[in-house]
């Protein structure tokens, strides 16, 4: 009889029991999902509305500047018969306004200072001598460039360390770093992420870039906003004053200082203003320095005047934005160029243009929210480079191009 006494209180114990068993183990299966980030994923990276963005600076009140910002001079020891002075003689020559002579740091253990920056001919009463080098590793080629002397030792001792090392080097150093022929033999091994540039257009072989293109849309559509530029790479110069031919003078007359050529529109004539530039994308590249610039301008607001130009990035209204493509300097009388608008790694839309009208104009409405970038290149004949006549038909009918114009892109990236 004891057995069955009660039998309703223990039934309800019992039922009690399971129930706080049943909720115990949902808030656990919550509490692990959540620990577990099993819980509603929230993609973190998602396309959002660009916190306010600065507005583009001014597109009337400064200069073009051409340069070179990739040539080797006798302290790169592979160089025959190119001279400090001969370089900076040939740019004032060519109408080259600044130069960036960037010998291989490792043919002298990291020491740029005292050898190139040091050599008695690193000097110019009109040419914008940029001080850098270029930085040669077992995991690729990169260039510095700075508008005053910095500690080159301390980036040539960590490059073989870990990326994020050698980031904080750069940026205590405060130099610009560019990623070097990033296709090639000796192509960039690093991350993207803590390089200002690309060298989309190096020498005058013009085919070999196809795939530093490729890598530089990449960068950009995924969201990185990449200076692309251009340098000779040139490694040697043509034989004066009793000089012996070498088995690479060849070079000298076809590839040389200014194929490409890479102009920067700068606030001033000034380095600090040049590399300023370059770092905010308002640059593009020409074949060579006789041959036409590239210009690549937007009217946002559909007043009729152009307000902003590549490099500059600004947030989408939605609404359609005219572009306007047009190229200054020499055209070819009687010639017809061959504009190709890239849109976010794609083609968007091939136009002609005369050296007549010389510009050409588009329309578009770049979403709200998500990046868009627009590229331009400019094909047709070359405009003669008479120091370096067999640069043109290396170049092909690649007449330059322009960096982007941005919208939507995260200046925190």
Same mark, same amino acid.
């Given at each position: 009889?004891?057995?069955?006494?009660?039998?309703?209180?223990?039934?309800?114990?019992?039922?009690?029991?399971?129930?706080? &068993?049943?909720? %115990?183990?949902?808030?656990?299966?919550?509490?692990?999902?959540?620990?577990?980030?099993? /819980?509603?994923?929230?993609? #973190?990276?998602?396309?959002?509305?660009?916190?306010?963005?600065?507005?583009?600076?001014?597109?009337?009140?400064?200069?073009?500047?051409?340069?070179?910002?990739?040539?080797?001079?006798?302290?790169?020891?592979?160089?025959?018969?190119?001279?400090?002075?001969?370089?900076?003689?040939?740019?004032?020559?060519? $109408?080259?306004?600044?130069?960036?002579?960037?010998?291989?740091?490792?043919?002298?253990?990291?020491?740029?200072?005292?050898?190139?920056?040091?050599?008695?001919?690193?000097? /110019?009463?009109?040419?914008?001598?940029?001080?850098?080098?270029?930085?040669?590793?077992?995991?690729?080629?990169?260039?510095?460039?700075?508008?005053? #002397?910095?500690?080159?030792?301390?980036?040539?001792?960590?490059?073989?360390?870990?990326?994020?090392?050698?980031?904080?080097?750069?940026?205590?150093?405060?130099?610009?770093?560019?990623?070097?022929?990033?296709?090639?033999?000796?192509?960039?091994?690093?991350?993207?992420?803590?390089?200002?540039?690309?060298?989309?257009?190096?020498?005058?072989?013009?085919?070999?870039?196809?795939?530093?293109?490729?890598?530089?849309?990449?960068?950009?559509?995924?969201?990185?906003?990449?200076?692309?530029?251009? $340098?000779?790479?040139?490694?040697?110069?043509?034989?004066?004053? $009793?000089?012996?031919?070498g088995k690479n003078t060849y070079q000298a007359t076809a590839n040389y200082v200014g194929t490409p050529t890479t102009?920067?529109?700068?606030?001033?004539?000034?380095?600090?203003?040049?590399?300023?530039?370059?770092?905010?994308?308002?640059? /593009?590249?020409?074949?060579?320095?006789?041959?036409?610039?590239?210009?690549?301008?937007?009217?946002?607001?559909?007043?009729?005047? %152009?307000?902003? %130009?590549?490099?500059?990035?600004?947030?989408?209204?939605?609404?359609?934005?005219? &572009?306007?493509?047009?190229?200054?300097?020499?055209?070819? #009388?009687?010639?017809?160029?061959?504009?190709?608008?890239?849109?976010?790694?794609?083609?968007?839309?091939?136009?002609?243009?005369?050296?007549?009208?010389?510009?050409?104009?588009?329309?578009?409405?770049?979403?709200?929210?998500?990046?868009?970038?627009?590229?331009?290149?400019?094909?047709?004949?070359?405009?003669?480079?008479?120091?370096?006549?067999?640069?043109?038909?290396? /170049?092909?009918?690649?007449?330059?191009?322009?960096?982007?114009?941005?919208?939507? &892109?995260?200046?925190?990236?």
């Open positions: 009889m004891a057995a069955n006494v009660n039998p309703p209180v223990v039934n309800l114990f019992n039922n009690i029991q399971i129930r706080a &068993f049943a909720w %115990m183990v949902v808030f656990t299966v919550i509490i692990s999902n959540v620990a577990f980030g099993q /819980s509603a994923h929230v993609n #973190p990276w998602a396309a959002t509305d660009v916190a306010l963005l600065p507005p583009p600076a001014s597109i009337t009140q400064g200069v073009w500047l051409k340069g070179e910002l990739h040539v080797h001079s006798r302290h790169s020891i592979e160089s025959s018969n190119n001279s400090v002075a001969k370089i900076i003689a040939f740019c004032k020559a060519v $109408g080259v306004d600044y130069v960036c002579i960037t010998d291989h740091d490792n043919h002298v253990n990291g020491d740029v200072a005292h050898h190139t920056w040091a050599d008695p001919e690193f000097k /110019s009463d009109s040419v914008l001598l940029l001080y850098g080098a270029e930085w040669t590793t077992t995991r690729g080629h990169g260039n510095a460039f700075s508008a005053r #002397p910095y500690d080159h030792q301390k980036l040539y001792d960590v490059r073989d360390q870990r990326d994020i090392v050698i980031g904080a080097v750069k940026k205590q150093l405060g130099i610009h770093l560019s990623a070097n022929h990033p296709s090639g033999k000796d192509h960039f091994g690093y991350s993207y992420d803590m390089v200002n540039s690309i060298e989309v257009w190096n020498s005058a072989i013009w085919a070999n870039n196809a795939n530093a293109i490729m890598i530089w849309d990449d960068m950009l559509s995924s969201g990185r906003k990449l200076t692309g530029r251009g $340098g000779s790479d040139a490694h040697h110069g043509v034989p004066v004053n $009793g000089e012996k031919p102009w920067v529109f700068a606030t001033s004539r000034t380095s600090q203003a040049v590399v300023d530039a370059l770092t905010n994308g308002r640059v /593009s590249v020409s074949a060579n320095p006789y041959g036409p610039r590239v210009e690549f301008l937007a009217d946002l607001d559909g007043d009729g005047k %152009m307000d902003m %130009m590549m490099g500059d990035n600004v947030k989408s209204t939605g609404k359609p934005v005219k &572009f306007r493509v047009q190229l200054s300097g020499n055209t070819i #009388p009687g010639a017809t160029y061959t504009v190709k608008v890239v849109k976010n790694g794609d083609d968007f839309g091939t136009y002609t243009i005369d050296n007549k009208t010389a510009m050409v104009e588009f329309t578009d409405a770049p979403q709200v929210l998500n990046r868009a970038y627009y590229r331009v290149v400019v094909e047709g004949p070359q405009t003669p480079y008479p120091q370096v006549p067999g640069s043109m038909a290396l /170049s092909g009918n690649m007449v330059g191009l322009s960096n982007p114009i941005y919208f939507n &892109f995260d200046p925190n990236f």
